[in-house]
């Protein structure tokens, strides 16, 4: 199993960006991830203002998939995410939905230990573990890893978890996936614009699917029970929006159920739900039962 370091990050999905490894389909990677700041921060001392932030929110990689190809669909199958021993997170004025509210910049750091991530050393909460920022190269244009896009990036989902599959539409030759940004918890909306930010060794396989009818224009996630679209848009109705749309034309795909009878079960079995607000791009994803599936067992893309 190869190892991708901490050290070899990237600060964009660039289509020039050149591979840090090489590995074939059906290959299990080691994925070294820094903090969003880092490393920045050593302690509470430090503030979000001291920040470089030319060096914020890298992604480690980019991995290239051997003979994968611009049309294809990777699958990459999340299985494990081994946290460090402590998160930090911060507050900055005129930031974030509370910017408004708060006067000075603060940072908390968050010790990490027995499962769980301790708020205050009386608080503490189960780990949940989840990818801030993943995604494969861009088509044309450079997008920073801190931005979200059709190819992925900064999509903050708490779903992009253990125990899932995340579907992109590769763009490049050799896909160049990359990751980074793993939180220990965070919380719909990321609100402050940050969740409990960590270092993080990420243990991941990834698939070609190759000739698929069906190309989904921006990644879908699939969990044992659910699956879910992910859009992004300048606003929180415009991110809805595309989610929406998303999960209803891969739905009709799936079923050839008419679009008013699979809009009544997106409204009846489907959670439309918030990313994040505090991007420019703002995120939402919608979730819906595989059960609603002829074969809910088989994979969403196979």
Request: with cysteine; proline share 8%.
């Amino acid at each position: 199993m190869k190892t991708i370091e901490r050290a070899d990050v990237i600060y964009k999905f660039d289509p020039g960006n050149q591979p840090v490894a090489s590995v074939e389909a059906g290959e299990t990677i080691l994925i070294e991830t820094d903090d969003c700041f880092g490393s920045q921060l050593k302690s509470e001392e430090d503030l979000i203002t001291e920040v470089d932030f030319s060096k914020v929110n890298p992604a480690t990689g980019p991995v290239e998939i051997k003979g994968a190809m611009p049309g294809d669909l990777l699958a990459v199958d999340i299985l494990d995410i081994d946290l460090g021993t402590k998160g930090f997170m911060v507050a900055i004025p005129d930031e974030g939905g509370f910017g408004h509210l708060i006067e000075e910049p603060a940072t908390k750091l968050i010790p990490v230990s027995e499962g769980k991530f301790w708020f205050t050393p009386d608080l503490s909460f189960p780990i949940n573990p989840m990818i801030g920022v993943i995604g494969v190269s861009p088509s044309e244009r450079a997008v920073p890893c801190g931005e979200i896009g059709n190819h992925g990036g900064n999509m903050d989902a708490k779903v992009i978890c253990p125990g899932a599959r995340v579907y992109f539409l590769v763009q490049k030759d050799g896909a160049m996936l990359a990751m980074g940004d793993v939180h220990a918890g965070m919380g719909d909306g990321e609100s402050v614009i940050c969740g409990v930010e960590i270092t993080a060794r990420v243990k991941v396989r990834v698939e070609l699917i190759k000739s698929h009818q069906f190309r989904p224009p921006r990644p879908v996630v699939e969990l044992s029970d659910r699956f879910i679209t992910i859009g992004h848009g300048p606003s929180l109705d415009e991110a809805a929006s595309t989610a929406l749309d998303d999960i209803l034309k891969l739905i009709r795909y799936k079923t050839n159920m008419p679009v008013s009878e699979i809009a009544m079960l997106i409204s009846a079995v489907g959670n439309l739900k918030v990313c994040q607000i505090v991007d420019p791009q703002k995120t939402a994803r919608v979730e819906i039962p595989k059960s609603i599936l002829e074969f809910p067992d088989q994979p969403v893309f196979s």
